[in-house]
């Protein structure tokens, strides 16, 4: 069974820093792996997916990387804001699942 | 506007009774799915279903059931014998299982008292 853990449990940065968070999968047969944010008692909003043929993915000052070979992606965020804190979550596909992992939960110090 | 409404936002049961939280999307994706998500854990499987008619179970059925009756709607039932049902409840939706993104909804936070 895929097994998803994402380290740190918990970060705070100043506001401005750059930053990565990380994800490791067990099993490499994997279709694709999404990155996900979460606001406090919300649901999840897509940020990132990266196909299993890819190597990354970007958008604005997000960018994704995935090494199947390894089982790691990591999540990097630019000159971070107030309004990036949140709970991040990697998920990957495998077979007819998606598993999560527990998240990072992320605070921006103004 | 096109995505996933659940209600209710917040739903109270007492012990013993059995409760139906809703789950309803217009984004004509054929794969559907509840999560549960309780503090400092990840979210866990309770059903899926990839088409009209059919689901199957995730990694923590027992207890729940589901229908999927319709493209558009897939509730999900929260029986007494759910042992620990306090936690909040996902539904999300996607093109197919291996296709694309997931898309969730706010979420119903249920309490047992």
């Known amino acids: 069974k895929q097994e998803v853990t994402q380290i740190p449990a918990a970060l705070s940065v100043p506001e401005g820093e750059n930053l990565v968070l990380n994800c490791s999968f067990t099993?490499?047969?994997?279709?694709?792996l999404q990155w996900f944010r979460q606001d406090p008692g919300k649901g999840l909003t897509s940020l990132l997916l990266i196909q299993s043929s890819q190597r990354e993915q970007t958008s604005g000052r997000l960018n994704a990387s995935l090494d199947k070979s390894s089982g790691r992606s990591t999540l990097y965020i630019a000159a971070s804001q107030p309004g990036d804190s949140a709970t991040y979550l990697c998920a990957v596909v495998d077979g007819n699942q998606f598993y999560f992992g527990t998240g990072t939960s992320l605070t921006v110090i103004p | 506007d096109g995505g996933i409404t659940q209600s209710p936002k917040y739903l109270f049961r007492k012990e013993g009774q059995n409760v139906t939280l809703s789950c309803e999307q217009n984004l004509n994706h054929d794969a559907m799915y509840w999560y549960r998500q309780d503090p400092g854990q990840g979210l866990r499987l309770i059903y899926y279903?990839?088409?009209?008619?059919?689901?199957q179970k995730g990694d923590i059925a027992e207890g729940y059931s589901v229908s999927r009756e319709k493209k558009e709607s897939f509730p999900l039932t929260v029986t007494s014998a759910q042992k620990n049902p306090t936690a909040f409840y996902l539904c999300a939706s996607s093109p197919g299982v291996a296709a694309g993104t997931q898309y969730f909804g706010p979420g119903t936070r249920l309490t047992v008292l």
């Open positions: 099993d490499s047969a994997i279709y694709n």
């Open positions: 279903s990839q088409i009209v008619n059919d689901f």
